[in-house]
DNA sequence: AACAGCATTGGCAGCGCTGCCAACTTATAA
DNA sequence: TTATAAGTTGGCAGCGCTGCCAATGCTGTT
């Protein structure tokens, strides 16, 4: 059953349609469809009446030309891959939905250049307003925002000068917390384990706050390690096993996500080593599988959906340039 | 610094402003911008240096409202917080973006009724494409569709009547072929381990497909359980918990999905339990945190980046209506 | 020298709707 | 009764762009 065939035979009924089968005006028909201004409810019925024979659809396109504002909320992440993102999106889109916006997505797979692009795509359908993920943009982007006047709201990092709203939380912070932690803890022999992927600024940042937590106890990493992206459980392990390989002695190892470190759990597992008596693992983003696991794992815990739902929320309500700090929490768990 | 502050002072730069300044008039602007049509080579440089100038970014929903044809597309799916759709997603913007296409996204909650209303609101945009998952679909959604003329691509079922194209595999072919391998394997004491989502018809049409295969065998489940969503690994842990103690001699479990099945697998691992001899577990998805496990989930690998990709594909080709058999692949794993 | 053919260009209607304003009706106050 | 306010309604310009068509200037031909 083909209902759509190449050619588009259908005319499109329009508002003028509408308001001819009523017997009403164009406006009238735009009042009852948008609620707004006044009418009778006897008029009323008589537009619902004729829309619903005519099956009209408004045509937002030109509603949104004439009005010269649209119900478009752009949001720009790095990448779907990892469940931070659709997380994100998650609460943005619940908040957004109920509102009656729709979200325009873009996805950049980490490259500013490649935001930049979407950026401009995006910014020609003039949204209501724009959201994107952390604080690193090129200075087109930064222009090209400037110009058009969209409100903006950068999310899941604060370290560093925001354009509009800012809501997230300190990545820097979290890295220094995790080493605070694990030292406190009494380890001494520290390893990242992290991705190779520069564009990943926040993962970066976690990284220089871990390194500055090892320097405020006077450490210094006794090990490090990149693997290829993405991040997975399976480079977790390998990247372990790389790890251990090289530095048997490590009583501790970071790694740059949850993803990686129940990859790394799983090592351990496999290879009966004792978690966390002969090495502690730390992940970061708190994700629901690593506190199934039989050791919940130790890792801090992202507000991501509220991320989303805050920005949302202050960009639908035209609020003043705020800074959130959503906050993190560090769940001790048991592996470390 | 805040540079957007309530008021958009910003009196937008229009295609007047750039045919003024380059000293040509607007529809030499409007070729160079979109490269069609001829123009010289100084009058296209003209042109882009007064763009720059002024910074113009084009105006896409007065052009979409001119041309009327819009370069956008709709994908509505069920859920975010399942990574399957993200997956699509991401296979579909890969697609769409580098062909300079607008993802507009909808997430429906596995509600039919949410579904339409997306459906309604996104018609209104007029976009190119739409792309839905499943096949079940409200009379309205199919009429609203029907009379818009936009072409729809419906992803990963299989098993139903298709609007236009249809792209993705059998869902019950997979219950049942998960059910044949438990059984060739010497399993008779079977059970399903589900969660309670009405809205989930691909989950339902596995779970038919896999009592199907029982019954070919002359078996019928021994036992089964529906946990509430949303499916997690603690929800897995915990109704195989719930199953076992309620029928302590199953031999196999299947369960919707492997997040699900994850959360097992964590359960038998704290009790000792093992795996595959006292009892084998099944998922579905064949994610990639379930073959990083010290014992490789059993499960089936369903192509969801590529179902995006193809739909988006079929689309922007504008093939005639295509049905796709993407196929999917029973992955033995060590669990069962 | 006149003309067809081509590349290049500008003018302008019109895409479908909203915002504004004026016109009208009815209710209420003076 | 007349003036004033409030509630309804329709007309129409115009949002910024594209598509069509006509105009222009060249080139190469007869």
Redesign the interface.
């Known amino acids: 059953?083909?209902?759509?065939?190449?050619e588009?035979?259908?005319p499109?009924v329009t508002i003028a349609d509408v308001a001819r089968l009523a017997g009403v005006g164009e406006s009238t028909v735009s009042r009852v469809l948008r609620r707004s201004g006044s009418y009778s409810e006897e008029t009323r019925d008589k537009v619902l009446r004729a829309v619903s024979a005519l099956?009209y659809?408004?045509?937002?396109?030109?509603g949104?030309?004439a009005s010269?504002e649209?119900d478009?909320v752009a949001l720009i992440v790095p990448s779907?891959?990892n469940?931070v993102?659709?997380?994100v999106?998650?609460g943005a889109?619940?908040a957004l939905?109920s509102s009656?916006f729709?979200?325009?997505?873009?996805?950049t797979d980490y490259e500013e250049a490649r935001e930049e692009d979407?950026i401009?795509?995006?910014?020609?359908?003039?949204p209501r307003a724009l959201i994107l993920a952390g604080l690193e943009h090129t200075d087109r982007s930064r222009?090209?925002?400037?110009?058009?006047?969209?409100?903006?709201a950068e999310i899941l990092d604060l370290d560093g000068?925001?354009?509009?709203h800012v809501v997230g939380f300190s990545q820097h912070a979290a890295g220094r917390d995790t080493a605070r932690h694990l030292v406190g803890r009494g380890r001494r022999r520290l390893a990242y384990l992290g991705i190779r992927l520069p564009g990943d600024s926040r993962a970066r940042k976690r990284h220089e706050g871990f390194l500055a937590g090892l320097a405020e106890a006077g450490l210094s990493p006794a090990d490090q390690e990149l693997v290829p992206a993405p991040s997975?459980?399976?480079a977790?392990?390998i990247g372990l096993a790389t790890l251990l390989a090289r530095t048997p002695d490590l009583d501790a190892v970071y790694f740059v996500n949850d993803?990686m470190a129940?990859?790394g759990y799983?090592h351990c597992?496999?290879e009966g080593i004792t978690v966390p008596d002969r090495l502690a693992l730390f992940g970061f983003n708190g994700l629901?599988?690593g506190?199934?696991?039989?050791q919940p794992l130790s890792t801090i815990r992202t507000p991501r959906y509220r991320a989303g739902e805050v920005a949302a929320g202050l960009l639908l309500a035209?609020a003043?340039?705020t800074v959130v700090d959503t906050g993190y929490e560090l769940v001790p768990g048991a592996t470390s």
Chains 1, 2 share one sequence.
């Open positions: 059953m083909v209902i759509n065939d190449r588009r035979p259908v499109a099956g659809v408004p045509n937002r396109i030109a949104a030309l010269t649209s478009l779907l891959a469940i993102f659709p997380d999106l998650r889109s619940v939905e009656g729709q979200s325009v997505i873009g996805v979407l401009a795509s995006v910014l020609a359908w003039r222009a090209m925002i400037a110009a058009s006047g969209v409100r903006v000068q925001g354009i509009d997975s459980a399976e977790g392990r993803d129940i990859g799983f597992l496999a629901e599988v506190q199934a696991l039989p035209q003043p340039a």
